[in-house]
């Protein structure tokens, strides 16, 4: 096993690219703006960590501007960053982040210690194996994060996300009983979500006060037997896409809009193309409620709620 101790300080170094195989390790701490960091860990049980003598200490990346992209090939790796950066303007971090293997943990902590602004971000997330954990925790505005989780099973993605102004889109294909739980507390964000593997559990929360823009949900359902909720909650518009295809049977599907005053309301749009699919809807609200449903499959049972 290697050990490398490793201090990016970013007026000696601008750009480092490290490539190992099996069993490494690399520890970080990183101060400074506008660096440029590649890694590349080659085989199995690598391990990201901060400098220190504990491995459960994260690696720290500290600076406005920073372009970092992590590669991890190969089965039981470890990854644990914390990013901390203060851009009102211009992009934050731009992080770009490769997985694939079975039995990975990965954790990136995006300004979650509160004490910093991480505006513009971008987050780009390629998971590929089975029995992988990824848990992203992002504080600030105008982020955009795109997740993909292709081939492979019993995968979990969770993130945790409180900004105005966020676009994460999420896709798993392929693959069965993957894991999909979003928490986003914004004023306004668009939420993406596509599914073509069996058997997966989605989960979206998304909750905000005085939230001029609204939310809005797209999920497309492309296969069979997976277990859909969402909750869209507070002052603002709210709005819900979900598109179940000819291929997408025996789905459950469970949404509520809730909160809302004035001339914002709610609005659902439902498309079902295949069979056995179980939906609730709800929509509460002060507000107008608007549901519009186009189902063509057979034995679908579908319930609607809409109150005042």
Same mark, same amino acid.
């Given at each position: ?188 964000? #668009?939420? +993406? ?5 069996? /058997? =997966?559990?989605? %989960?979206? $929360?998304?909750?905000? !006060? *005085? @939230?001029? &823009?609204?939310? #809005?949900? +797209? ?5 069979? /037997? =997976?277990?859909? %909720?969402? $909750?869209?909650?507070? !002052? *603002? @518009?709210? &709005? ?14 469970? %949404? ?5 005053? *004035?001339?914002? &309301? ?43």
């Amino acid at each position: 096993m290697k050990l490398l101790k490793l201090v990016f300080l970013s007026m000696l170094l601008m750009a480092t690219s490290l490539t190992f195989s099996a069993d490494n390790s690399i520890y970080i701490d990183q101060a400074g703006s506008s660096s440029t960091i590649n890694i590349k860990q080659d085989g199995s049980a690598s391990k990201i960590y901060g400098v220190g003598d504990s491995e459960g200490t994260t690696a720290l990346f500290t600076g406005d501007s920073q372009t970092v992209d992590i590669q991890q090939l190969g089965s039981s790796n470890v990854l644990g960053i914390d990013m901390n950066t203060t851009v009102t303007s211009g992009v934050g971090v731009n992080l770009t982040y490769y997985i694939t293997g079975t039995n990975s943990v990965s954790s990136i902590d995006i300004n979650g210690d509160g004490l910093g602004i991480a505006s513009n971000n971008s987050i780009n997330v390629q998971q590929n194996g089975n029995y992988s954990d990824f848990i992203l925790d992002l504080l600030g505005t105008g982020n955009t994060i795109i997740a993909t989780t292709t081939g492979g099973t019993d995968n979990d993605l969770n993130f945790t996300i409180n900004g105005d102004g966020i676009t994460p889109s999420i896709a798993v294909s392929g693959g069965g009983s993957n894991g999909i739980t979003l928490s986003l507390s914004s004023d306004n964000a #668009d939420v +993406d979500i596509t599914t073509a593997g069996a /058997s =997966n559990a989605v %989960t979206l $929360t998304q909750s905000g !006060v *005085g @939230a001029v &823009g609204g939310f #809005d949900y +797209d999920l497309s359902v492309g296969s069979s /037997s =997976n277990t859909i %909720t969402s $909750t869209q909650a507070d !002052v *603002g @518009a709210h &709005g819900t896409d979900i598109s179940i295809t000819s291929a997408g049977t025996g789905n459950t599907v469970v %949404t509520s809009q809730t909160g809302s005053t *004035g001339s914002a &309301g709610h609005e659902i749009d439902l498309d079902i193309a295949g069979g056995s699919n179980n939906v609730t809807i709800t929509q509460t609200g002060a507000q107008d409620n608007d549901a519009n449903i186009d189902i063509t499959g057979s034995s679908n049972t579908w319930t609607i709620t809409q109150e005042d």
